[in-house]
């Protein structure tokens, strides 16, 4: 996995981590957060990318355990 001194979340991203943690749809997050659906995949998919994640759920797992959200 990426050391977490080279991992750096965006807030946007940081924020759609800790709704998927509350169980929430990417639906749902983007009305929460006033935008698209394809926008919050967007930032997902761009944590993944950066955490070497293959799901969500591990990302969220990963992401927390190295303390980012």
Not at 36 to 57: G, I, Y
Request: proline share 0%; hydrophobic share 40%.
């Amino acid at each position: 996995m990426a050391d977490v001194q080279e991992v750096v979340l965006s807030e946007r991203e940081k924020q759609c981590l800790r709704w998927i943690e509350q169980g929430k749809s990417s639906w749902a997050i983007g009305v929460i957060l006033n935008v698209s659906e394809n926008t919050v995949n967007f930032h997902v998919k761009n944590a993944m990318r950066k955490l070497e994640a293959t799901s969500r759920t591990q990302c969220v797992v990963k992401a927390r355990r190295l303390g980012l959200i």
